[in-house]
């Protein structure tokens, strides 16, 4: 059913707790691989609108609704003139789903730039405000991914977004793309962000696709430098605290060899082999049989395990 409003998104919640019956919050459907046998429950897509900005001095607070389509809303706040999320921009999804996954590109992540997230908690049957600690981001992950925010839908979010900023290059393709004295505006930003983007990810009329579909491996720099000896050019990424980020694209690329690699129909894509796109007659099951090898090999010859950064739905 597709939900408009917290108060029917509480009748939906009571009716399925009556019942016993499993829910599922669907947002933009953009992360999620269901099961072939689909789900056996109620979906409730959440469709929550509406977006409002309170001025401050240097910021300003966007408050926008879970089922905004998050691109639409970015290219608002760009039009605004308003930074924080211009390196977020083409990111398919909804608002709602921004904090679940901690969504992230080209150096920004969503829990940045968070003040707050209003969630309907469906076990104590009330709406109440999470800060970002409540929320426990951390890369690509966040509590509405653990079993602690199994009860936590989310209704609403709210935005810092800074009225001045800087450029954010870190990234080799957004480097590559400006000349090194060039001082991009917040609108080139957002353009060079989608043109890289159309340049090497899937066009989504033609290939199905959750984009990345493991996240990024986070080791140690012990374990990075002993992969090192074996493997001289892996990159790595060193993170606050000094753990090091591996590209498992990488992996996928120089080591499995799996880029544009294809099985019944599904396989790692030939520009970015992190994500698995579905060229139209794969299944899900399909698509287990193409990257389960994946992760146990990594497990074997690595010692890593690698985490699906695609929700899975329904029994496998
Ligand atoms: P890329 O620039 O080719 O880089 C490859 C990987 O190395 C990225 O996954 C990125 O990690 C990491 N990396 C590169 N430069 C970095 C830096 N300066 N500091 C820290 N980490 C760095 O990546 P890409 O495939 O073209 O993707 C560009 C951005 O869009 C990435 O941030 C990627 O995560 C994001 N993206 C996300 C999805 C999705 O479905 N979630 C799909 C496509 C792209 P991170 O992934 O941690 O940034």
């Not at 089922?67 to 977020?88: K, P, S």
């Not at 104590?124 to 509405?144: A, M």
């Not at 599904?266 to 992760?295: R, W, Y």
Request: with cysteine; glycine share 10%; hydrophobic share 35%.
């Amino acid at each position: 059913m597709q939900v408009r409003s917290a108060d029917v998104l509480a009748d939906a919640i009571e009716w399925s707790n009556k019942r016993g019956i499993p829910r599922f919050v669907l947002g933009g459907g953009s992360n999620v691989l269901i099961s072939d046998d689909g789900f056996d429950g109620l979906v409730i897509k959440m469709a929550i609108t509406g977006i409002s900005y309170k001025d401050g001095d240097d910021s300003v607070v966007a408050v926008v609704g879970a089922g905004e389509n998050w691109d639409a809303f970015v290219a608002d706040t760009v039009e605004r003139e308003l930074w924080g999320v211009e390196n977020l921009s083409g990111i398919p999804g909804t608002v709602g789903a921004a904090p679940i996954q901690n969504v992230g590109a080209y150096g920004q992540e969503v829990a940045y730039v968070i003040e707050w997230v209003e969630v309907y908690d469906a076990a104590n049957i009330k709406r109440k405000r999470l800060s970002p600690d409540e929320c426990s981001f951390g890369y690509r992950d966040s509590i509405f991914k653990h079993e602690e925010g199994d009860d936590l839908i989310v209704t609403r979010v709210a935005l810092r977004l800074k009225k001045g900023g800087e450029p954010n290059r870190s990234y080799k393709d957004l480097q590559h793309f400006f000349h090194a004295d060039e001082e991009p505006t917040l609108y080139q930003m957002r353009e060079a962000v989608l043109e890289i983007r159309r340049g090497k990810f899937p066009d989504l009329d033609e290939a199905g696709t959750g984009g990345s579909f493991f996240k990024n491996p986070i080791i140690s720099r012990k374990k990075y430098e002993t992969l090192q000896k074996e493997y001289p050019d892996m990159p790595g990424y060193e993170l606050d605290g000094g753990s090091i980020k591996i590209p498992f694209a990488w992996i996928l690329d120089n080591v499995f060899d799996l880029k544009g690699h294809y099985e019944r129909g599904v396989g790692f894509f030939e520009k970015q082999p992190l994500v698995v796109i579905n060229k139209g007659s794969g299944m899900a099951e399909d698509v287990h049989f193409l990257t389960q090898p994946v992760i146990d090999r990594t497990k074997d010859e690595f010692g890593i395990d690698i985490e699906r950064e695609v929700t899975l739905v329904g029994n496998r």
